[in-house]
RNA sequence: GGAGGCUUAGCUCAGCUGGUUCAGAGCAUCUGCCUUACAAGCAGAGGGUCACUGGUUCGAACCCAGUAGCCUCCA
């Protein structure tokens, strides 16, 4: 085994991955164990891997470990989802590469190089998580587009619309005109835009008056359908059934009333363009008003426009702010800042377009997956997302499940020449469909849009073991879905609670009548160090890779959680990493002292010991209780945490320190075992966050000899036993002592060299005689002796009631113990004070609960004690 | 505009049902150490008006109201 003194994480993390890989540790089958399933949260098949992925995917790693050890049949169901607009934009950008236009190709000319694109890049992301430690079930790898899994879409839809769920309706859309399609919310990129606010006279027909509106979109005004006022606003009274005439076109538009609009901005006045803002759009239904679309699907203006026709948007806003300027009917141009929205992929500005989509019906549905989680069925961590939860749940939209692209699973629906539709999984079936209507079943179309990728993804838990199911109520389905569904825990996003979780919940009550989960641990968001969001664009995101190679997957790992508080978003710093990446090196090197004693030991007693091994097993018992206790409540960071600090403090710097052969002494061989088996225990607990390191060490020889399927990953996870909590409590009076001594030295200039002698003054029922082994190695005493009086001329320290004293020839100003011990006694003093005033107060005695006035009560004679022990001690110094 | 959340040490966060010597942890800082496991380390120390204002209570970091600042989601 490698003996350097630092631990190097390159040589041991490909091997390690491999081996588990190969013995098939990571694989399971259903059979009599208790399952436990996670189902990752599908990245992107395009996407790299960046830090919110290295979080989620770290939580979902410790969790999965630290269930298999426990004995529990493990799953973690890996696999990508294929990412509509994404992919196909990818797909789009290597075509223009090879010099061809999506436009030029069929449909299934695109899919095939889709296809091939996917093939050859997608899935990256899986690999990397591989790097990272992930013990995923790779032989379940699953893609939402598998053909079994876009059959399992096809039939989900074809049953939704059956019971009435899915429906066709008008929607607006973000319209990206040079892509020509429509993209969703997400991909609408908002930035705050210098643009002009025109204000615009339209003539009021039978006066000679005019209504000046203001507006950023002059170029629209060939689509306006009225023009709207508060009804509240009494400027605007004598306009009421009034009709204005719209500048250039002289078409004839109603003045109509809403409260809807704005008195305070602009003019008060607002015009009505039904086709080309989603307000407006709403507006014009509330109103009746007609609709008419000026635009063509490039931007352009259409024949509707009248004037312009041809022009694109931005091109005929400054040639119509002319127009109307030389009409005289262009009052003023004001400056004005305003959120555009632009699209991520081109750049483009985004334009809002009517069109016909589909949509599923959410009301109904949405009923008993907000009950799964008001019921406690499904339990958000943290909880505060219950609330949010909620208010979505109880005012929850119809969605928009159609997208006009190609890579996807296409709507099952199919027209006749007549425009009459049916809605079936194939040709043949559709034919049926029209014959038994009645209708024209000749020269059919399929509907040219496919399904949200979200609707492939919220059948994720179900779709991965049994495709089958879905659409299928009526299934039993197969052995593995009723052995992993439903599955445990789900690791996710904030962000896409509604989008998903919310959505999966609602598909698992449909299609097999219970929640998809048991648990949603819902992350933070990754930030920088200035709490700003990681992103592309910002370039503040580090590349997980990098930080692997440079840190370690173990120290990366323990880096991302001792930063993540659960649910709050967490402020990630390279720096953290490398706080992981010492802890593995102390791990390390703390083992290469074990392993030193391991090849000298000699066969004699060694009693000293016993005291600092019954106290480290007391120890970890305790701590693994808290540990346990952490985990139950998700809080990772803290478990991991206190494991830092058994491991650090306790284990290194106690009890290590406490049961040390002095120099080139050889151990004992009792300790060593005890130490060993300390180690392994230690080994195992670190296990889920440290993978790698853990199995490395789990394999050396001073464990004995291991079986090939003898790993760490596969060992059996320490459970909580019995403290001996006087010995527990004893103990940090010893430390307490030791770092007092230490204390001294340090204010004192005495080097750790020199030993010094100590006399203690026993005042509590505390043996210390079974300890001052421990004291004397930790402290380097020349001598302990027990004294009745208070020894003058020395350094001085209580610890609990007990004094204790240091003779220091020559180094201790009497004044300088007097201060402190003056100061000392000021403050308890001042404490029992408050303590007395308390006990004095017959509200308190009364109202408190008795325990707590019995606390009181013991703290009040715990701090006379103290007081009348310090004031003879300032009584002796000053002697 | 609607909803939710956050504010505790220089930084990142704990702090349960209001009551322990309750104001804590890790990192960072400062001081002293190359003490043969570890300088990616050891030993020790300093550091806070619990955002602000008021209220409830015998008692408030914790409960209530308001104010300010920040964040997220929806529109």
């Not at 999506?102 to 299934?108: A, V």
């Not at 086709?275 to 709403?282: F, I, P």
């Not at 439903?486 to 219970?514: Q, Y």
């Not at 230690?682 to 003898?710: Q, V, Y």
Request: net charge negative.
């Amino acid at each position: 085994m490698n003996i350097s003194t630092t631990y190097s994480p390159i040589e041991t993390e490909d091997k390690w991955y491999s081996y588990w890989l190969g013995k098939g540790f990571f694989h399971s089958e259903p059979d009599d164990r208790e399952a436990y399933t996670i189902v990752i949260p599908p990245p992107n098949v395009t996407g790299v891997l960046h830090m919110g992925h290295m979080l989620n995917n770290t939580i979902q790693d410790v969790l999965v470990r630290r269930a298999r050890m426990q004995g529990k049949n493990a799953c973690w169901v890996p696999g990508t989802d294929h990412a509509s607009i994404a992919t196909e934009a990818k797909v789009v950008a290597m075509l223009k590469e090879r010099g061809i236009a999506k436009k030029d190709l069929s449909r299934e000319e695109f899919l095939k190089y889709a296809w091939e694109w996917k093939e050859k890049y997608g899935g990256i992301i899986l690999k990397q998580l591989e790097k990272l430690g992930a013990s995923c079930d790779w032989e379940r790898t699953r893609f939402t587009m598998d053909a079994d899994l876009s059959v399992a879409v096809t039939d989900t839809f074809i049953h939704l619309y059956n019971k009435g769920l899915i429906y066709r309706g008008i929607r607006m859309v973000n319209w990206d005109p040079q892509g020509k399609t429509a993209v969703s919310d997400e991909e609408v990129i908002r930035k705050e835009v210098n643009q002009k606010l025109y204000y615009i006279k339209y003539p009021v027909v039978g006066t000679d008056d005019f209504i000046v509106i203001a507006t950023t979109r002059p170029e629209t005004i060939m689509a306006d359908s009225a023009i709207c006022v508060n009804p509240r606003d009494e400027r605007y009274i004598d306009l009421k059934g009034k009709k204005v005439i719209i500048p250039l076109v002289d078409r004839e538009i109603p003045v109509i009333e809403d409260e809807y609009v704005e008195m305070e901005f602009g003019t008060g006045c607002l015009k009505v363009t039904p086709a080309h803002d989603l307000n407006d759009y709403e507006l014009g239904v509330k109103h009746k008003l007609p609709v008419i679309d000026i635009l063509n699907d490039d931007g352009t203006l259409n024949e509707k426009a009248v004037i312009l026709v041809g022009e694109d948007r931005f091109i005929a806003r400054k040639k119509i702010a002319k127009l109307l300027d030389e009409a005289g009917l262009l009052e003023k141009v004001e400056d004005y800042k305003s959120q555009v929205g632009f699209s991520e992929r081109t750049d483009a500005v985004i334009e809002p377009r009517l069109s016909l989509q589909w949509f599923c019906k959410m009301a109904d549905m949405a009923k008993p997956a907000l009950d799964y989680v008001e019921d406690g069925e499904v339990k958000l961590i943290p909880e505060k997302f219950g609330n949010t939860y909620r208010h979505w749940m109880e005012n929850v939209k119809d969605w928009c499940i159609s997208r006009q692209l190609w890579w996807g699973q296409r709507i099952p629906a199919w027209y006749n020449a007549n425009g009459e539709w049916v809605v079936a999984a194939t040709q043949e079936d559709a034919i049926e469909a029209f014959n038994k209507a009645g209708q024209d079943s000749e020269n059919l179309v399929q509907d040219e849009d496919v399904v949200d990728t979200w609707f492939s993804s919220w059948l994720w838990p179900m779709s991965v073991f049994d495709p089958s199911v879905c659409g299928h109520p009526e299934k039993e389905g197969n052995a593995d879905i009723n052995y992993y569904y439903p599955t445990n825990d789900l690791v996710t996003a904030p962000e896409i609670l509604f989008f998903w979780v919310a959505r999966m919940i609602i598909a698992g009550h449909e299609f097999r009548g219970k929640a998809p989960f048991e648990n949603v641990y819902l992350t933070g968001i990754v930030r920088d160090k200035l709490g700003r969001k990681m992103s592309k664009s910002l370039g503040n995101s580090p590349d997980p890779i990098e930080l692997i190679n440079q840190y370690g997957a173990d120290g990366v790992r323990v880096g991302m959680l001792l930063c993540s508080p659960a649910g709050n978003d967490l402020m990630f710093d390279v720096s953290y990493c490398e706080q992981g990446r010492n802890f593995a090196n102390k791990i390390w090197n703390a083992f290469k002292l074990l392993k030193g004693w391991s090849e000298n030991t000699v066969a004699i007693e060694n009693a000293e010991n016993k005291v600092a091994i019954a106290w480290f097993d007391s120890r970890f018992n305790e701590a693994l209780v808290e540990i346990e206790s952490h985990f139950a409540q998700y809080r990772l960071s803290e478990a991991l945490m206190a494991i830092y600090k058994l491991v650090w403090d306790d284990f290194c710097s106690w009890y290590l320190e406490m049961v040390k052969p002095p120099y080139q002494h050889p151990a004992d061989r009792e300790t060593v075992a005890a130490t060993t088996f300390f180690f392994e225990k230690i080994l195992k607990l670190l296990h889920p966050f440290m993978p790698f390191l853990t199995e490395e060490l789990w394999h050396d020889e001073i464990f004995g000899a291991r079986e090939e399927m003898d790993c760490c990953i596969v060992s059996e996870y320490p459970k909580t036993a019995a403290t001996d909590d006087k010995l527990l409590k004893e103990f940090d009076m010893i430390k307490k002592v030791v770092s007092e001594i230490r204390n001294i030295r340090n204010s004192k200039q005495i080097s750790p060299k020199d030993p010094l002698p100590l006399a203690i003054k026993l005042n509590s029922e505390i043996d210390y005689t079974s300890y001052l082994f421990v004291l004397n190695k930790l402290a380097n005493l020349s001598e302990i002796v027990f004294v009745d009086d208070q020894l003058k001329g020395g350094a001085s320290f209580m610890t609990g009631r007990d004094e204790f004293f240091i003779s220091l020839e020559g180094n201790v100003d009497p004044l300088v113990e007097f201060d402190r011990m003056s100061k000392e006694l000021v403050y308890l003093e001042g404490f029992l004070d408050a303590v007395n005033k308390k006990l004095s107060n017959e509200r308190f005695v009364q109202n408190a609960k008795p325990e707590i006035v019995a606390n009181e009560q013991a703290k009040q004679a715990d701090a006379e004690a103290k007081i009348s022990i310090l004031r003879e001690s300032i009584k002796t110094l000053l002697i």
